[in-house]
């Protein structure tokens, strides 16, 4: 879990001042899967005619560019999360919500 609290962004590898912090971005990032899976996934979504990827796994990442140019990527999720179901509704709004706070604070 990453939080915020007194201007330091803390995650159970990592912390960050916020008065350092130069830009934060919210990525979304693909889990690579076997090809297998891939494959017979392609398949039901031809077969049902679905335009969507229906078990994509992805990882949520708050990438902090500090002021010194280096680059960290605070992982939000442990698991791969599914996109477009309940779970990673969520975690999308409260990574977006603690980005928004940061953005505010760095303003």
Known sequence: MITLENNIIKSEDLSCNVASIQKIELKIVPVKKPASKTVFNSLANTLSQSMSNGDEPVQIILRIT??????????WNKEPYIRNNLDYHKAIKEARALQ????????
């Open 66 to 75: 500090c002021d010194d140019q280096s680059i960290k990527d605070l992982v």
């Open 100 to 107: 928004e706070q940061v953005q505010k604070s760095i303003s």
